[in-house]
């Protein structure tokens, strides 16, 4: 036991000022929030914003101010519904931090003084106990019998034993035993200590962590890269139109305000804005369905990365694991007992129990020891073998040099003390002072214990004498008897075997990076079915070049040892093998690798802040089996993104068509700025959240994952959606000639086109609805949005054709039935020659 300081003064008030004023609070840089602002400058941004508003400011050098305030609304409610949903994802963000720092329990000015952690500054002295959260990283002045939980920093789910140093200490790695430092963010798990700080919020070892954040660059999804370059395409295209439009309308009409004005209707319905809105709102919407499986999704390109994930690397500790300490084998009167829960412990099992309870605190926080008095409570309450009136009256400190620990018990009534011992097992052994013969066997059963990853603690007793006045110096001079060996596990979550099956069915490669020993994850990996033949060691791996690096993770799925650093080389090791990556874990250990990640999972309970920054979704329950429906509907949303994207480039054909022949042909212009905000706000909003509810395919999860660069419109993909838009432009164009034969006024054309056209939108919704050719049997269930889409349109199409108001906004004119009747025949024919052009060209 290490002697703590008699007087100890700590720094003065005044100076512990000056100090927070050089050094800072002690807390990691919080995000920096969009404001309203900032969001409401982006969306102003946008082309198609300040499209609308160059077309009101044409209606109104026109004179038509009626025209000019109804797109000024449409702006206005563009605008608050963005911002809307942009403050809500803000929000959610900001709320999911814990911005309430630890308290800390410090000496200022000779006296105890508890202060918020995120005032302590370098030189504070900090009291420490068990139970607490570190709050800054310090020397140890003084300390006894003192373990912390490192493993949010290391990895390592066993917690590591402190020694007290001195302020000239060198300062030393986080991990291992016998360090005189204790780290930030760590949790004491026994014993206390006295520790001076040495670095506080960023220059500390969680600091540094997060720190290297900014140097690490987040991944950036395929489908986001394919997208913008599918628009940058699209923009030329629209470009060259809309600049051909003007020329011809201008120079042939001579009316260069109505030609600016027909450029913009043009632009409107070809710049391929659409498509990052569809992306946007799939995301949004995703996110949601998403988070009703209790997983927050903080970054929405992870979302449209999940289908495409070809490797998980998950973190052991927490992640699947449960982090906490079970008893899984009891060594006793020479026999070994697997130990069920539910179940009985047989009679030759009870003294190991009751000895071991007895080497742990009363109320213990250590989560060896919390096991122990589980184990005792739910299988010896009742019998003679658990001693809650029995007192400590002096105890054995663990140390360096003796890796076991001793109490002292007075029991009532008993004509002796009885002493009993938990530790290392070669400790144990060598306290009981047993001779080769009988040690060697009992190292041989505790080494296979450890190879199955099991944590083995040996067990002993001993009895003094209740007159005894001065007690034995040290434990070797106690005459101890060996009880047995216990087997502690951290257990595994229990649906995590099934949860890697699953995504073995699905193509994806679970990799388990662990700072454990390799011993211990060859043994869970086992238990998980994860081949464990081979095992890449921290040690092993610093000594391969990248290039070795990447051809040995053609056949390891376990590290073991692993520093953090060497997580973030694993993640861009795989990346370089052209792999798509996801991370999950929830220390401060997995940040830098989360971020680089492609897609970086972190654990809501246990995750600490700054892996939560880091990550794109975050696991509210911790529950890995998530992963699972996470991946899943990321399927789910790239296939029905896909049909999305594909009916959005299809329907924009008979748009572009309607907007051009009428100019071609010296006719009046058809389709005006407002005619195609109602298509943008109502129809196409409308059949982006059509098809981003429809169900998934019934074998999607037993599929491989797509390729990474697997083109979105490539193939027959694309020869069907051109070929289906043409068609639909043919049905537009004759009902378009009809009209004119007929001889109906301008505004009776343009409301015959129109309601052929939401008709024919309508069509091509059905036709893309299946990925297969007949549309039977690839759904699991309807989609519900089927129920609101085809009334709601037709509603507010009814609407426009009927109340005087809205007609004259729209120049529409003609008998409402009568038009409404032309969507039919429009409906139809464009339905059938869909499904015909799918079909053949599918074939």
């Not at 329907?651 to 905000?677: D, S, T």
């Not at 889409?789 to 199409?797: F, S």
Request: glycine share 8%.
């Amino acid at each position: 036991m290490n002697a703590t300081p008699t007087s100890l003064q700590g720094l003065s008030t005044e100076e512990a000022k000056s100090r927070l004023k050089r050094s800072g609070y002690n807390e990691l840089t919080p995000p920096h929030p969009r404001r309203l602002w900032n969001i409401t400058a982006e969306v102003m941004h946008e082309p198609m914003f300040l499209l609308l508003i160059a077309a009101g400011v044409i209606y109104l050098l026109l004179g038509d101010v009626s025209d000019a305030a109804m797109l000024l609304g449409f702006v206005i409610l563009i605008i608050t519904m963005t911002v809307f949903q942009a403050q809500k994802s803000e929000r959610v963000l900001e709320a999911l931090r814990d911005l309430s720092s630890p308290r800390a329990l410090v000496i200022r000015d000779g006296k105890r003084q508890r202060i918020a952690g995120r005032e302590v500054v370098p030189g504070d002295l900090l009291l420490l106990t068990e139970g607490d959260r570190v709050a800054a990283d310090a020397v140890l002045l003084s300390c006894n019998d003192l373990f912390a939980d490192e493993s949010m920093l290391t990895g390592e789910s066993a917690p590591v034993r402190k020694q007290a140093g001195n302020t000239d200490s060198s300062a030393q790695e986080p991990g291992g035993d016998d360090q005189p430092f204790v780290y930030a963010g760590t949790v004491l798990v026994q014993g206390a200590g006295i520790g001076q700080v040495t670095a506080t919020g960023r220059a500390s070892a969680i600091g540094q962590i997060g720190k290297s954040l900014e140097d690490t660059q987040s991944g950036t999804s395929p489908l986001r890269i394919q997208t913008g370059q599918l628009v940058r395409r699209l923009a030329i295209i629209a470009i060259a139109l809309c600049a051909t439009l003007v020329l011809i309308y201008g120079y042939t009409r001579g009316h260069w305000l109505n030609a600016l004005l027909a450029g913009i209707s043009l632009a409107m319905s070809t710049l391929p804005e659409e498509f990052p809105v569809i992306l946007s709102v799939f995301m949004s919407l995703g996110a949601w369905r998403i988070s009703r499986h209790n997983v927050l999704t903080r970054r929405l390109d992870a979302i449209e990365t999940l289908g495409a994930t070809t490797v998980l690397c998950t973190d052991k500790t927490g992640t699947l694991t449960e982090n906490r300490m079970v008893i899984r084998k009891l060594y006793g009167s020479g026999q070994m007992l697997d130990v069920h829960d539910p179940g009985e412990l047989p009679e030759p099992w009870h003294e190991l129990v009751e000895f071991g309870i007895l080497a742990s605190e009363k109320d213990p926080f250590d989560p060896m020891e919390r096991a122990l008095h589980e184990l005792g409570n739910r299988t010896l309450s009742g019998s003679e073998h658990l001693h809650h009136e029995w007192e400590i009256i002096h105890e054995y400190s663990l140390s360096p040099e003796m890796l076991a620990m001793s109490h002292v018990w007075q029991g009532s009534g008993e004509p002796h003390h009885l002493v009993a011992a938990k530790g290392a097992p070669e400790a144990i052994i060598d306290l009981c002072h047993l001779p080769p013969d009988q040690a060697q066997p009992l190292e041989k059963i505790a080494a296979e214990m450890a190879d199955e990853g099991l944590r083995v603690l040996g067990v002993a007793r001993a009895k003094l004498p209740i007159e005894s006045i001065n007690w034995p110096n040290i434990q070797h001079d106690i005459e101890f008897s060996f009880v047995g060996l216990l087997g502690l596990q951290d257990p595994l979550r229990p649906d995590v075997a099934n949860t890697i099956l699953q995504c073995r069915d699905a193509g994806i490669r679970v990799v388990m990076v662990t700072g454990d020993h390799a011993r211990t994850a060859q043994a869970i990996a086992r238990e998980l079915g994860l081949p464990a033949e081979q095992v890449l060691t921290g040690a092993e791996l610093n000594t391969l070049s990248d290039h070795d690096l990447r051809a040995s993770l053609r056949d390891v799925q376990v590290f073991a040892r692993i520093v953090p650093q060497q997580k973030l080389r694993l993640v861009e090791a795989f990346k370089a093998n052209g792999e798509i990556v996801a991370m999950t874990g929830d220390g401060v250990n997995d940040a830098p690798a989360l971020k680089a990640a492609h897609i970086g999972v972190a654990m809501g309970k246990r995750g600490t802040d700054v892996a939560r920054e880091a990550a794109s979704l975050v696991l509210l329950g911790d529950d890995f089996a998530s992963m699972v429906a996470t991946v899943r509907l990321g399927r789910r949303i790239y296939d029905n993104l896909r049909r999305a994207m594909s009916y959005t480039l299809s329907v924009h054909i008979p748009i572009v068509g309607m907007a051009l022949l009428p100019v071609l042909l010296g006719e009046p212009l058809l389709l005006l700025p407002a005619h195609i905000m109602f298509l943008e706000l109502i129809i196409g909003p409308a059949c982006s959240i059509f098809f981003e509810a429809e169900a998934e395919e019934a074998n999607i999860m037993q599929r491989p994952p797509r390729s990474a660069d697997e083109a979105l419109f490539s193939g027959w993909r694309l020869a069907v959606s051109l070929s289906q838009g043409v068609a639909a432009l043919a049905v537009m164009a004759a009902i378009y000639a009809w009209s004119l034969l007929n001889s109906y006024d301008e505004n009776t054309v343009r409301a015959l086109v129109f309601c052929a056209m939401v008709a024919g939108n309508l069509a091509l919704v059905l036709c893309n609805r299946s990925a297969g050719t007949s549309g039977q049997g690839t759904k699991s269930q309807q989609n519900p949005a089927l129920k609101w889409i085809v009334p709601g349109t037709v509603t507010a199409l009814v609407f426009v054709l009927s109340i005087p108001v809205l007609r004259e906004l729209f120049h529409f004119s003609g008998n409402a039935p009568f038009l409404l009747s032309i969507g039919l025949p429009a409906a139809v024919g464009t339905w059938l020659m869909g499904a015909l052009i799918k079909r053949l060209i599918s074939r």
